[in-house]
């Protein structure tokens, strides 16, 4: 059966660009699709730095008349993952210190073409560029790749399926109107049957509109978006796609997150069979963050974003609240986020010194050495479309204490509280309900009690360890997805090209929301 050609648009994937979860789901996705016997081309702008980062790089064609100018199509391959890239090159538009904002954590003020030229560029790859094969699908990733499916639609490109893959529904890409010629937005799409939302031009409701599926990273979250509390004011456009709304949950990178090869580890490796080498990590961690270093204290981590969405400013209270309650509790943070945050954590580390231990930043090797030395792992989120931190605890057995929301509430298994112990034999983490100190202060005492119990503690850990969360199986439904919508390929060269099976969407009006722009909103905000 010949391949199935798939263009994969997205903002980032690492290790070529990533600022969070995102960037590791579309790797771990597209890996594991090819593997799977899809002939997958990954489009992505080029960021500074990156066409280094690809072997045997080479123009392959010049795009004209794109937002923010004419570009180059570069084409190589990613050296550590081994997949086929294209770059959308145009300096004046992406040659800078960062992928969305600046060295203030400015947004930049030409997103919208910086974006826009990105869509364009898998526009013109859908209509035929000399050199890039014509995909038959172009699978599009949050807000960034949001206008492909109403480009290839306004376009009339029929037979080039289109999926919008949706990450976080919080970030929509919205932008004033006057921006539609400089962001090539067609005439006959700006009102609110088109591109249009609150008055602005959102990117991420015209993929929504327009895409063939549209797709989310967990079940939880699948259900939760269509409700005005997750739905961040597109609720009632998502529930208009019914059946054309697929979740797919995400996997992880299993063989790059592994205690048994980690890298990072530096030869202190572990398995399920054998953790013994988890306390000689612990030990490590808790010397890079000048805690006493002993066995027996209980080591949690936290390792995310410091923003409103990661429930930053919730663990600001909670964790002075829970290292007084519980004397053997320490705690170690890697993150960066929010300035006030930042510091409210800064000052913890000073005021609980020995005890808690607090790096502003992130790098990927810290992150694998927190996972593989912390006992627990917090990780409160108001929303969590899928959650990839969690379960890279679980895999280096590290107990996730998180909220049930969106994707942990399916990958965190929790009996309760009052469960019994036969129940908590089965269970792989703690959870707490909603987003007060109180929960969290709770939910970290109630880790903290089950530590105590080792031979329970243990079957947790082993449970989590022995998960099967790899991409290789998580991607299947992809496959099938794809296979079905773009039906059989039997002979290439008479390729009728079908026609496209979704007409142009009824008028839909959405919901204004408290802050329409492109920070996290929040479920509070969007509430
Ligand atoms: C976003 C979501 C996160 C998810 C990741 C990968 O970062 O916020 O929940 O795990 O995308 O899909």
Redesign the pocket.
Known sequence: MPAIRTLMVAAEAYPLAKT???GD?VTGMAVAMVEAGIDLQLLLPAYRGVSRKLAGVRTVARLADLPGGPARLLAGRCRETGLSVLLLANDALYDRHGLYVDENGQEYADNAERFAALSHAALRISQGVQAVPVPHLVHAHDWHAGLVPLLLHAHAVRGVKTVMTL??LAFQGLFPMEKADAVGLPQAYRDESGAQAWGRINYLKAGIAYADRVTT?SRNYAREILTPAFGCGLDPLLAGRGEHLVAIA?GIDDRTWDPARDPCLDGMHYSARDVRNKARCKQALQKAFGLAQQPDKVLLAMGNRLTHQKMADVAVQALPLALQAHPELQVVVIGEGERGYEAALRELGERFAGRCGVRIGYDEAAGHRLHAGADMLLHGSRF?????TPLYAMRYGTIPIGSRV??MADTIHDPGEHAPDEAMRAATGVLFEGDSVQAMVGAIGRAVRLHARAPLWRAMQRNGMTGEFGWTAAVQPYVRLFREMVGPLADEAVRVPALRPVARPALVKVRAIGRPDNRDVGVAAAA
């Open positions: 969070g979860g995102l789901a990450h976080n990273v995400n969590e479309p899928f959650g990839l969106g994707g």
